[in-house]
């Protein structure tokens, strides 16, 4: 056999030796993107979850095992508490066999997806964050809790001042780290002050807005908005996680 035809044989056996390998992790050391798992959804403050039970519905009617995490007591205690709640039941996927999950945080929620993400090495357990309306810069209306008689302002109340430690703590202007994301919000928002405290470095950060001018969506309404919906299951679908399109939710914004 000539040089050539050596060094050619070699190529193709090296590419069916590549093709037989598992798909290697991306660089950054994050899961496969394209092996979806399950996807687990935190309530926000007070931990009501009526709202995400309905998205979570719709996130099971693609196929997808959605699950609805709860906090513990009234969901208005400590975040990092919550925390690890949340890291609880990723283990508890991941131990099941689980590539990975994808989290979906709402309102404080988001927050907690946060803290889970920095103290939990969130980077290698969920292949994509989406939060809704989350606090990262704190909103006013806590501070302004936390301004009237004691107690006015429980502890996860106190946590979302904005300036608090625990949100300095969080590095929400910082890239480094965290798992793709998409962070969503309304402008409409009167319980997240000012809205765009949603926004997160190294994070898809936009309002629905910015896809739908004339959409108006409440803080309450996000978790169930046709529009939020359909951008959801866009981000935790098969496809990359890109920057949403007008295009893909003009059906929605025209209802």
């Given at each position: ?9 070699a190529a193709i056996a090296a590419g069916l030796i590549a093709a037989l390998r598992p798909g290697p992790r991306e660089p950054s050391g994050l899961p496969p993107q394209n092996r979806p798992g399950p996807v687990l959804l935190v309530p ?212």
């Open positions: 056999m000539s040089g050539v035809a050596l060094l050619i044989a926000g403050y007070g931990g009501g979850t009526g709202a995400l039970d309905a998205l979570a519905g719709r996130i099971r009617a693609t196929g997808r095992v959605a699950i609805v995490v709860r906090l513990p007591g009234t969901g208005t205690g400590s975040l990092v508490a919550d925390a690890a709640v949340l890291n609880t039941a990723v283990n508890r996927e991941l131990g099941r066999g689980a590539p990975s999950v994808d989290v979906i945080g709402y309102s404080a929620g988001g927050v907690v997806t946060l803290i889970w993400a920095r103290l939990d090495d969130g980077v290698a357990k969920a292949r994509r964050v989406v939060t809704l309306g989350s606090p990262f810069h704190g909103t006013r209306l806590a501070a302004g809790a936390a301004g009237l008689v004691p107690g006015a302002c429980p502890v996860a109340c106190q946590q979302l001042v904005p300036g608090s430690s625990l949100l300095a703590g969080l590095r929400a202007n910082d890239a480094a780290g965290l798992p793709h994301w998409l962070s969503l919000w309304t402008a409409d928002d009167a319980t997240v002050t000012p809205p765009d405290s949603a926004r997160l470095a190294g994070a898809i950060s936009l309002s629905v807005q910015s896809l739908c001018p004339a959409a108006r969506i409440s803080h309450s309404q996000l978790p169930v908005s046709s529009i939020v919906t359909a951008t959801v299951l866009q981000a935790i679908g098969p496809s990359p996680l890109r920057y949403p399109s007008r295009a893909g939710v003009a059906a929605q914004c025209a209802r």
